[in-house]
Antibody, heavy 118, light 107 residues
Framework: EVQLVESGGGLVQPGRSLKLSCLAS????????MNWIRQAPGKGLEWVAS????????YYADTVKGRFTISRDNAKNTLYLQMTSLRSEDTALYYC???????????WGQGVMVTVSS | DIVLTQSPTTMAASPGEKVTLTCRAS?????MNWYQQKPGASPKLWIY???KLASGVPNRFSGSGSGTSYSLIISSMETEDIATYYC??????????FGAGTKLELK
């Protein structure tokens, strides 16, 4: 059974940093591109970042470029999102999601909440 | 960036009614994917590659479209279909974008 379990969220002050993790199981992690997608309270879905299976290709949304870094450790079956210079508008539920061939996201984690507030 | 516009924003349908949700792209896209999200739950892949149903999706759902206009269709609305549906495009170049969603309610 495919499972994605996010961790590392919490309450953080504006300007500070936080690192999210997503532990994958039930599939060969190193064969799939992975993504972070977020959802602000009561709002829609916003793609944040993508990383290819071997980390060769990495992309970011303009809203986080230069502040967030996506990475992965295939030996540990873990996806990461390092978030720096956090802003109130980064407050959201952050999901990790597996990407399949047509660019769709076929498995999602349960999400981890990040709240940026003083 | 490609903007996806979903319509309507909210709609109410009666059990047994045919439902059509629309997603229009600001530029031509190769595929459209759709997700279903219920309150308090993670999104679920519902339709991928424009017209392929994800595993476990009832066959009263279908997807169609090309270029800049795509649709998710429910042939006969059921109570369990109450949810918010998001369209999503990708793949030519980033960024990946989602529509703002259509909230489907029961009439």
């Amino acid at each position: 059974e495919v499972q994605l379990v996010e961790s590392g969220g919490g309450l953080v002050q504006p300007g500070r940093s936080l690192k999210l993790s997503c532990l994958a199981s039930g599939f060969t992690f190193s064969n799939y591109g992975m993504n972070w997608i977020r959802q602000a309270p009561g709002k829609g879905l916003e793609w944040v970042a993508s990383i290819s299976s071997s980390s060769s290709y990495i992309y970011y949304a303009d809203t986080v470029k230069g502040r967030f870094t996506i990475s992965r450790d295939n030996a540990k079956n873990t996806l990461y999102l390092q978030m720096t210079s956090l802003r109130s508008e980064d407050t959201a539920l952050y999901y990790c999601a597996r990407q399949r061939g047509t660019g769709s996201f076929d498995y999602w984690g349960q999400g981890v909440m990040v709240t940026v507030s003083s | 960036d490609i903007v996806l516009t979903q319509s309507p924003t909210t709609m109410a349908a009666s059990p047994g009614e045919k439902v059509t949700l629309t997603c229009r792209a600001s530029s031509s896209v190769s595929y459209m994917n759709w997700y279903q999200q219920k309150p308090g739950a993670s999104p679920k892949l519902w339709i991928y590659g424009t017209s392929k149903l994800a595993s476990g999706v009832p066959n009263r759902f279908s997807g169609s479209g090309s270029g800049t206009s795509y649709s998710l269709i429910i042939s006969s609305m059921e109570t369990e279909d109450i949810a918010t549906y998001y369209c999503q495009q990708c793949c030519s170049t980033p960024p990946i974008t989602f529509g703002a969603g259509t909230k489907l309610e029961l009439k």
